[in-house]
């Protein structure tokens, strides 16, 4: 069995916004306290972590994640990879890199943003992010016990990879996923799908959106992520269909 669970819900800027006094910021419900965008997966033996979030210190300590055998990046925006400097308590308590795979595009950036974390600058001293680092494409890749299969989709104009494990696919930051891309998800027991917000988005799904595209796949369980504070957790639940929800921090659910 595999459990995974929604570290973070949120947009990039998080939920509550700074400087924001709108309905969902002022919430007291703590479905609308929404972290940025992150996934863990767990089996008996192994844990992977997709993306390391802007939160990805305060997730882990929520969470109490004692170790990752692997880090996952769909791609290479900074919401998605500002927590990666956070990985080094990990390289201190075992004594070893971390292994994380990325698309080259991505990587190229990571250099780009912390490149004392991969030589590219003379070293002053300090304790940097040690990483093993596996390029991926296409092909599916294995971590531990756990095998994933990117899935191509659209961020605007970026390429972007969705993530299939077993019978559940994980699809944030999009808002196109080619016929080719819709057919390796088919026969899902649970999506976890880009929603954003109701109003249209040159880069995200709005939910109207995502409901089309869940309509024409038919997992049997839907969990909308990515979430913006235009949308209020309790108010937007209302109005989707019965198999169709929002993902909130927290959440878990299991796949054989």
Do not use: W
């Not at 990879?81 to 956070?86: A, L």
């Not at 993530?163 to 699809?171: D, E, T």
């Not at 796949?217 to 929002?246: F, M």
């Amino acid at each position: 069995m595999i459990r995974v669970t929604v570290l973070g819900s949120g947009t990039s800027t998080g939920v509550p916004s700074v400087a924001c006094e709108c309905p969902t910021c002022r919430s007291t419900d703590p479905r609308d306290k929404r972290l940025r965008t992150s996934l863990l997966i767990r089996s008996e033996t192994t844990t992977v972590v997709i993306d390391t979030s802007l939160d990805f210190r305060q997730q882990m300590l929520q969470h109490d994640i004692m170790d990752i055998d692997g880090i996952v990046f769909t791609h290479h925006h900074f919401d998605h990879i500002g927590g990666f400097d956070d990985i080094r308590p990990y390289n201190f308590r075992y004594n070893r890199p971390i292994r994380i795979h990325a698309m080259r595009e991505t990587v190229d950036v990571l250099h780009d943003t912390f490149p004392y974390a991969f030589g590219l600058i003379a070293p002053s001293g300090a304790a940097v992010p040690s990483v093993d680092t596996h390029i991926i494409d296409t092909d599916p890749f294995t971590i531990g016990d756990i095998t994933l299969q990117p899935v191509p989709m659209k961020h605007g104009s970026m390429r972007v990879n969705g993530y299939r494990i077993g019978s559940l696919a994980y699809c944030t930051d999009t808002n196109s996923i080619s016929r080719d891309s819709m057919d390796m998800l088919t026969g899902l027991s649970t999506l976890i799908l880009d929603g954003l917000r109701y109003e249209p988005h040159p880069t995200h799904f709005t939910v109207s959106q995502a409901l089309a595209v869940i309509d024409e796949l038919q997992p049997g369980q839907t969990y909308l992520t990515h979430i913006s504070h235009q949308i209020k957790h309790a108010d937007c639940e209302t109005r989707l269909p019965a198999n169709v929800r929002l993902a909130y921090d927290g959440l878990e659910v299991t796949i054989p």
